[in-house]
């Protein structure tokens, strides 16, 4: 069963910085497109970035160029480097994976873990 487990979160101040990790078990990324998603209290859950299987990113405007994704195929994990942390970015951070390997389409997201809480905050 194909199946995400995040962890890296924690409180930050702004300007900070913290890298997750998500480590996927039940399968091999290599062929997959992996997204970061994160939902805040009271709000929906929103994407933050993609990686495909060939290494494309892209980025919520929200976070670009502060937000990192990579992935290691080789130890089937992907990060999530994040700097210059604001207090928006506080929430609920999830990975999943879409089979298609060329996006991170929100009808063929799989694999959701729990998530790792990042709280920014002074």
């Known amino acids: 069963q194909l199946q995400f487990v995040e962890s890296g979160g924690g409180l930050v101040q702004p300007g900070g910085s913290l890298r997750l990790s998500c480590i996927a078990s039940?399968?091999?990324?290599?062929?997959?497109?992996i997204g970061w998603f994160r939902q805040a209290p009271g709000m929906e859950r929103e994407g933050v970035s993609c990686i495909t299987a060939s290494g494309f990113t892209y980025y919520d405007d929200s976070v670009k160029g502060r937000f990192t994704i990579s992935r290691d195929n080789s130890k089937n994990m992907v990060y999530l480097q994040m700097d210059n942390l604001k207090s928006e970015d506080t929430a609920v951070y999830s990975c999943?994976?879409?089979?298609?390997?060329?996006?991170?389409?929100?009808?063929?997201?799989?694999?959701w873990g729990q998530g790792t809480l990042v709280t920014v905050s002074s």
């Open positions: 039940g399968f091999t990324l290599d062929y997959y497109a």
């Open positions: 999943a994976a879409d089979g298609s390997g060329a996006a991170c389409h929100r009808q063929n997201l799989e694999g």
